[in-house]
């Protein structure tokens, strides 16, 4: 079936320090997702790219999909205590099947 | 807020009962999602929906069978609970973009 690679799997930081997500995905995306879920919350959706090579910001967050529409990625420019939780990228095969990755967990210490 | 909702929030219930888990949404989506997930970890696709009287099965379905005969709508029934099926059911749903996620419902097969 389809399966989307998602690492690391835990990212622990120094508050103000940059962080990185990746996201592998064997065949094909119709589209990517990023959601941010909190301890004891459920996914909440931050951003869908559709077109290759696409780049979006969003204040110290950058997201981008790769040029085969295979791979993205998720950047965060000196992280802050509220950035902490588990971030997973949600890969969209035919515009229905969704299939999460395996998120990454951030922690940040002050 | 998002109008989509589970119940129950919690059960307890014995090895070898049926249950069925209920998911309502009032947007209209066209596609619905079940997926099962441990605290802080990967989101299993358990089966999903594009439409009414469409399902399809994802990497967990094998023990358990979905319904769509009403948009809103979309039951999750497990034939057979056992102690494995101890997790947390996320039910979502989604038009083009966003995937909007109930607040879950929390099982333990005792």
């Known amino acids: 079936g389809q399966q989307v690679m998602q690492i690391p799997q835990y990212q622990h930081v120094q508050e103000g320090e940059d962080f990185t997500t990746y996201c592998n995905s064997s065949?094909?995306?119709?589209?990517i997702q990023w959601y941010k879920q909190r301890p004891g919350g459920h996914p909440v959706f931050l951003i869908q790219?559709?077109?290759?090579?696409e780049v979006k910001k969003q204040k110290r967050l950058t997201f981008q999909f790769g040029e085969a529409k295979k791979n993205s990625s998720l950047h965060i420019t000196a992280t802050q205590t509220t950035d902490v939780g588990t971030y997973f990228c949600?890969?969209?095969?035919?515009?229905?099947?969704?299939?999460f990755g395996a998120g990454t967990r951030l922690t940040v210490k002050p | 807020e998002a109008d989509i909702y589970q119940t129950p929030r919690y059960l307890v219930i014995g090895t070898g009962k049926k249950i069925t888990l209920e998911c309502s949404q009032t947007?209209?989506?066209?596609?619905m999602y079940w997926y099962q997930q441990d605290p802080g970890m990967e989101l299993h696709l358990i089966h999903y929906?594009?439409?009414?009287?469409?399902?399809e099965k994802g990497d967990l379905s094998s023990e358990s069978t979905v319904s769509r005969i009403r948009t809103e709508h979309f039951p999750l029934t497990l034939e057979s609970a056992r102690p494995s099926h101890t997790s947390q059911y996320l039910c979502?749903?989604?038009?083009?973009?966003?995937?909007?996620f109930g607040q879950g419902t929390r099982l333990t097969v005792v």
């Open positions: 947007m209209g989506h066209d596609k």
């Open positions: 979502a749903s989604r038009r083009w973009t966003e995937a909007f």
């Open positions: 929906s594009y439409g009414v009287n469409s399902t």
């Open positions: 065949t094909t995306l119709s589209n």
């Open positions: 949600a890969g969209v095969y035919n515009n229905n099947d969704m299939r």
């Open positions: 790219l559709v077109k290759s090579g």
